[in-house]
């Protein structure tokens, strides 16, 4: 898994590409709570290179969506593929995490 961050102020795009499963979870999920312990309270997960997504990872995404409500802020997913999304519906995660089609989309709407 590599992930990427941009960062605009108090929203932070955090970029997923390849596998969101097992042992890579815990570090993205370090990553992500550390900046927003420093103060971002938006995060928008672009998930459109995340091509794998396990239960350890659906977690996260709840844990990191939980920890910026904490903070009067919002955490999205942007541009699930089809498979990713698939999960998000049989898990029902996309009824607890707002989805949009793409960042730009998300990123108009969070701030």
Do not use: K, W, Y
């Not at 929203?11 to 815990?26: I, K, N, R």
Request: glycine content about 8%; some cysteine; hydrophobic content about 45%.
């Amino acid at each position: 898994m590599n992930v990427r961050f941009e960062e605009q102020g108090t929203l932070c795009v955090v970029d997923l590409v390849g596998e969101l499963v097992g042992e890579s979870v815990d570090q993205v999920r370090r990553a992500c709570l550390e900046r927003v312990q420093a103060g971002v309270n938006n995060l928008i997960l672009d998930l459109s290179e995340t091509v794998l997504i396990d239960s350890c990872g659906l977690e996260a995404l709840l844990d990191l969506a939980d920890a910026t409500t904490l903070r009067g802020g919002r955490c999205v997913i942007a541009a699930p593929d089809a498979g990713v999304r698939s999960v998000l519906e049989i898990t029902r995660l996309h009824e607890r995490m707002e989805i949009h089609p793409g960042v730009e989309q998300a990123a108009r709407l969070v701030r």
